[in-house]
């Protein structure tokens, strides 16, 4: 959209979250509730985009330092909504045309909702347009009071009498103003009440004193324009934004069976027909193919995951890369740097961390694979160990195609296991196996008769 300036308020304490972290940064659904602010204002591509930060100005500005694009205005102290605001004068020393007003703990709302809003404050020309919703319980809130249709004043729900306190209109703190005469107007705000702060929303009754035009535009859907002030709302707001991933990916043909207990991140992509047991998280920019089946307790972050594979219960995946029909668990681990390809096993209690496990391999019980290649056919026998950490430096182990581990075995880095090579049960390798051969380093077994009865007898 032309002409459109965004400030973002950041300023505040959160003194209601009871909490040592600046509130804009506690997460929903995984990110901090600012980045939605700041993903819905980019939409609109705004000339600029101003956060006015003060209370641990520091950790925020540094949790916002990779966005392209904003900068930063310091309130301090922090005197209020329209003083946060008055701060921000600098930033838009110069411009003209429409300020979008949005607050950091409105983290919920629609890019839709925030062009209507500014189309609505143009097409009026209004001196400031205000965002409203009308909720069931409006505890909290500054109310909407209105003579007839027109918006007249905001009450603070410090400040409101009986009557106002059951208006179930409800400001959103979210407005959009024209930058014209708007900071002349911010000075005249006083803060002669409860709070002793200096409320944004007495503009509204400001600008309707001057006789200037306010607006009002209503969101329909209360929960996009929830405001964060306490650990409870932003549980809400967590719950809220996972409902409509789960609705989305239900829309798009994936099984959850049971939504209320699957946390799938927003930018999660599932393919059709896979099925979620409950309890399962998938997090970060994980991608999951068709046809997939991920159990009951399974995390997964920033993976990449094929069709047709199945993961079974309690497994742990952080980036790393699963192709089509593997299968993974129950109670694996796969580290960074993984990858499975076509087919590939991995059973109960195995652990694997920088490794590749080529088609059809399988380690199906009570191993470690670290900084590992291993070939296509492989079978890596339970209770096999790479020992790839010298206490000093990480070694890589390489296990060619078709190749045969026994059980409870070491491999010693750096090592080669050569193509159809076999290592016996319980060998501990040090030195590379050539191709075809078999490995055995374990003694001789030795039976020495009667020992049992010769002990017993000593006592
Ligand atoms: C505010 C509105 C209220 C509205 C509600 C919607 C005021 C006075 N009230 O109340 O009408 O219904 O939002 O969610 O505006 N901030 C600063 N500097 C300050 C004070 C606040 O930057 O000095 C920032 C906060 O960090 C926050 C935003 O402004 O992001 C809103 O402040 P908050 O204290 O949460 O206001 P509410 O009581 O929620
Ligand atoms: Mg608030």
């Given at each position: 959209?032309?002409?459109v300036?965004?400030?973002?308020?950041?300023?505040?304490?959160?003194?209601?979250?009871?909490?040592?972290?600046?509130?804009?940064?506690?997460?929903?659904?995984?990110?901090?509730?600012?980045?939605?602010?700041?993903?819905?204002?980019?939409?609109?591509?705004?000339?600029?985009?101003?956060?006015?930060?003060?209370?641990?100005?520091?950790?925020?500005?540094?949790?916002?330092?990779s966005?392209?694009?904003?900068?930063?205005?310091?309130?301090?102290?922090?005197?209020?909504?329209?003083?946060?605001l008055?701060?921000?004068?600098?930033?838009?020393?110069?411009?003209?045309?429409?300020?979008?007003?949005?607050?950091?703990?409105?983290?919920?709302?629609?890019?839709?909702t925030?062009?209507?809003?500014?189309?609505?404050?143009?097409?009026?020309?209004?001196?400031?347009?205000?965002?409203?919703?009308?909720?069931?319980?409006?505890?909290?809130?500054?109310?909407?009071?209105?003579?007839?249709?027109q918006?007249?004043?905001?009450?603070?729900e410090?400040?409101?009498?009986?009557?106002?306190?059951?208006?179930?209109?409800?400001?959103?703190?979210?407005?959009?103003?024209?930058l014209?005469?708007?900071?002349?107007?911010?000075?005249?705000?006083?803060?002669?009440?409860?709070?002793?702060?200096?409320?944004?929303?007495?503009?509204?009754?400001?600008?309707?004193?001057?006789?200037?035009?306010?607006?009002?535009?209503?969101?329909?859907?209360?929960?996009?324009?929830?405001?964060?002030?306490?650990?409870?709302?932003?549980?809400?707001?967590?719950?809220?934004?996972?409902?409509?991933?789960?609705?989305?990916?239900?829309?798009?043909?994936?099984t959850?069976?049971?939504?209320?207990?699957?946390?799938?991140?927003?930018?999660?992509?599932?393919?059709?027909?896979?099925?979620?047991?409950?309890?399962?998280?998938?997090a970060?920019?994980?991608?999951?193919?068709?046809?997939?089946?991920?159990?009951?307790?399974?995390?997964?972050?920033?993976?990449?995951?094929?069709?047709?594979?199945?993961?079974?219960?309690?497994?742990?995946?952080?980036?790393?890369a699963?192709?089509?029909?593997?299968?993974?668990?129950?109670?694996?681990?796969?580290?960074?740097?993984?990858?499975?390809?076509?087919?590939?096993?991995?059973?109960?209690?195995?652990?694997?961390?920088?490794?590749?496990?080529?088609?059809?391999?399988?380690?199906?019980?009570?191993?470690?694979?670290?900084?590992?290649?291993?070939?296509?056919?492989?079978?890596?026998?339970?209770?096999?160990?790479?020992?790839?950490?010298?206490?000093?430096?990480?070694?890589?182990?390489?296990?060619?195609?078709?190749?045969?581990?026994?059980?409870?075995?070491?491999?010693?880095?750096?090592?080669?296991?050569?193509?159809?090579?076999?290592?016996?049960?319980?060998?501990?390798?040090?030195?590379?196996?050539?191709?075809?051969?078999?490995?055995?380093?374990?003694?001789?077994?030795?039976?020495?008769?009667?020992?049992?009865?010769?002990?017993?007898?000593?006592?």
């Amino acid at each position: 959209m032309s002409d459109v300036h965004v400030a973002v308020l950041a300023a505040g304490k959160g003194t209601r979250m009871k909490s040592a972290r600046p509130k804009v940064l506690h997460r929903v659904g995984g990110l901090p509730m600012i980045d939605y602010v700041l993903a819905a204002a980019s939409t609109l591509a705004p000339r600029r985009l101003v956060v006015v930060i003060g209370h641990e100005a520091a950790a925020v500005r540094q949790a916002l330092a990779s966005r392209p694009g904003l900068s930063f205005v310091v309130q301090e102290p922090q005197l209020g909504t329209a003083h946060a605001l008055l701060a921000a004068e600098s930033a838009f020393e110069g411009a003209s045309g429409t300020l979008l007003l949005l607050s950091g703990d409105v983290p919920l709302l629609s890019p839709d909702t925030l062009r209507q809003l500014v189309d609505r404050h143009r097409s009026a020309d209004a001196a400031a347009t205000v965002l409203t919703t009308v909720v069931d319980q409006p505890y909290g809130y500054g109310r909407v009071v209105r003579t007839g249709r027109q918006i007249t004043r905001i009450v603070e729900e410090r400040d409101a009498d009986p009557t106002e306190k059951a208006i179930r209109e409800i400001n959103a703190g979210i407005y959009a103003f024209a930058l014209d005469g708007l900071f002349d107007a911010l000075r005249s705000v006083a803060s002669g009440n409860a709070q002793r702060e200096r409320y944004l929303p007495d503009l509204v009754a400001i600008y309707r004193r001057e006789g200037r035009g306010v607006e009002t535009v209503t969101e329909t859907n209360p929960d996009s324009v929830r405001g964060i002030n306490s650990r409870v709302e932003l549980a809400d707001a967590s719950r809220i934004l996972r409902a409509r991933k789960n609705a989305e990916l239900m829309a798009n043909g994936v099984t959850l069976e049971d939504p209320a207990t699957a946390y799938i991140g927003a930018s999660v992509q599932i393919g059709c027909d896979t099925i979620v047991h409950p309890g399962v998280t998938i997090a970060g920019r994980t991608v999951i193919g068709e046809s997939c089946e991920i159990h009951s307790g399974v995390f997964i972050a920033d993976s990449r995951i094929g069709n047709g594979v199945v993961v079974h219960d309690h497994s742990h995946i952080v980036e790393s890369a699963i192709e089509d029909g593997a299968a993974v668990g129950p109670f694996a681990r796969l580290r960074p740097k993984t990858e499975l390809r076509t087919g590939a096993r991995i059973g109960n209690f195995v652990e694997v961390k920088g490794s590749v496990v080529g088609a059809g391999s399988k380690a199906l019980h009570l191993a470690y694979l670290g900084d590992t290649t291993v070939g296509e056919r492989v079978n890596i026998g339970a209770g096999t160990i790479t020992c790839n950490y010298d206490g000093e430096r990480k070694h890589t182990t390489v296990i060619e195609d078709g190749a045969f581990i026994g059980t409870d075995s070491q491999l010693v880095a750096p090592v080669t296991i050569g193509k159809g090579a076999y290592v016996g049960t319980g060998t501990t390798v040090r030195t590379d196996v050539p191709p075809g051969a078999l490995a055995v380093s374990a003694g001789k077994q030795r039976n020495i008769e009667d020992w049992v009865a010769r002990k017993k007898g000593r006592r």
